[in-house]
């Protein structure tokens, strides 16, 4: 267990809805991280917050936001899905933001856009 | 551009055997760390090992260890022993500065370990 949680495990849901993804970090971690991983493929890294604020932005879509709350608690909405946006949500967090700094995950976010 | 590779997209070994699984990167920096993760069944990414680029002492956690060769810019995972649990995907990850100026984790593409009873 890494201590980084995520829910919910599973989503289904339909094509043009919007969904939020919750993630809470490990203890004492103050950077948060999205990640979406499709179907056999490898991890794309979608956004990045630490203490509160962006930090970084990978390939994220206009479609996709996130936040992150004052107990660091962070938040992935994907607005007008589609069926591509099907995928494993990971969330991942670290104590800061340096290149020392190790990614904990969490168990990940099914979603399933019908 | 900062990439890394994984050559082999799946390689199958006997339970108790040694495997290495291969990686390979691209960058110019000079301070920078390495992973590796490995991905089972159940999807969860579970971190195995990592490597400080400034430490010529190659990492070991129990059964797994990397060869971590600088200058060729290669970081292998050697799984002794290996067991059926180990069956799983494994990444091969590295820390970069980005353009934007914030240190991002790079990603290879994967090899999917499977162990034969």
């Known amino acids: 267990d890494s201590g980084v949680t995520q829910t919910p495990k599973h989503l289904i849901t339909a094509t043009g809805q919007r969904v939020t993804l919750r993630c809470s970090p490990r203890?004492?971690?103050?950077?948060v991280y999205w990640y979406q991983q499709s179907l056999d493929q490898g991890l794309q890294f979608l956004i990045q917050?630490?203490?509160?604020?962006?930090?970084a932005k990978g390939n994220i879509l206009e479609r996709f936001s996130a936040q992150q709350f004052p107990d660091l608690h962070s938040e992935l909405n994907l607005s007008s899905l589609e069926l591509g946006d099907s995928a494993l949500y990971f969330c991942?967090?670290?104590?800061?933001?340096?290149?020392?700094?190790?990614?904990?995950f969490g168990p990940g976010t099914r979603l399933t856009v019908l | 551009a900062q990439t890394v590779t994984q050559s082999q997209p799946e390689m199958s070994v006997q339970e108790a055997e040694t495997v290495t699984l291969s990686c390979t990167y691209d960058?110019?920096?000079?301070?920078?760390?390495l992973f590796w993760y490995k991905q089972p069944p159940s999807r969860q990414m579970i971190l195995v090992i990592r490597?400080?680029?400034?430490k010529q002492q190659n990492a070991t956690e129990n059964r797994f260890s990397v060869n971590f060769q600088k200058a060729a810019k290669s970081f292998s995972l050697k799984i002794s022993d290996s067991q059926l649990g180990d069956t799983a995907m494994y990444f091969c990850?590295?820390?970069?500065?980005?353009?934007?100026?914030?240190?991002?984790?790079?990603w290879g593409a994967g090899t999917k370990l499977i162990i034969k009873p």
């Open positions: 203890s004492g971690d103050l950077s």
């Open positions: 917050y630490y203490n509160g604020e962006e930090r």
């Open positions: 990850a590295f820390m970069i500065l980005s353009m934007d100026s914030n240190y991002q984790l790079i």
């Open positions: 960058t110019s920096e000079n301070n920078y760390y």
């Open positions: 490597q400080e680029a400034y």
């Open positions: 991942a967090s670290s104590v800061s933001a340096g290149v020392s700094d190790t990614q904990y």
